[in-house]
């Protein structure tokens, strides 16, 4: 089905760009958001009219994701964590993480445009990471891993801290089933006995 977009979406396309859809996806999930028009004479029309507000939309976007590039790249990112002595994380260091340390920074990008080099970096040492922009437009910024020493507890000082009391639960003992005969001579036996009355 031919659709043309009402606004940018990711991993499809930009606002005012003609795309080729499965009809499912068109009449289930662009349709009704108002996210696409259907691609005919009416619809184009309208975007012939609105196409240099969104020519001058895409010119805008291009401007702010090279100063947004500018400003990455003049950024050097550290992140600090807990490791073991031959540098492997206790963790790992994902586009998430990336994105909170810049948002620290006051710069603000989606983890999902964020390429982390497998996906994760689990060790310590100097990484680039790869954050696109707009279009082809493309930043590398240089990330540090810093490990953090753990403090493991000395057997000194495990000694002075009381043990833990296990505690055991009762034991439950479970009767068995009583015939009617026995609850009988139980009962006779009672009445011969004196305690009932």
Do not use: C, W
């Not at 005969?181 to 006995?193: K, S």
């Amino acid at each position: 089905m031919k659709i043309i977009l009402n606004q940018d979406i990711p991993n499809l396309g930009e606002i005012g760009d003609v795309k080729e859809v499965a009809p499912g996806f068109a009449r289930n999930y662009l349709l009704p958001r108002d996210l696409a028009a259907l691609y005919n004479t009416r619809s184009v029309a309208n975007f012939e009219k609105r196409k240099i507000e969104i020519q001058a939309l895409k010119e805008t976007k291009r401007q702010s994701s090279t100063s947004l590039k500018d400003k990455l790249e003049a950024e050097d990112i550290s992140v600090s964590m807990p490791a073991g002595a031959n540098g492997k994380l206790y963790g790992a260091v994902t586009n998430a993480t990336v994105a909170d340390e810049l948002l620290k920074k006051g710069i603000e990008v989606d983890r999902k445009k964020i390429e982390i080099p497998g996906r994760s970096i689990k060790s310590v040492g100097n990484y680039k990471v790869l954050i696109h922009l707009y279009e082809k437009e493309e930043a590398v910024i240089k990330l540090a891993i810093l490990g953090q020493e753990v403090k493991a507890q000395s057997t000194a000082e495990g000694e002075n801290q009381p043990k833990k009391q296990r505690v055991r639960k009762p034991r439950v003992e479970v009767a068995e089933p009583v015939t009617d005969e026995e609850q009988a001579a139980a009962f006779e036996a009672a009445i011969n006995a004196g305690q009932l009355n």
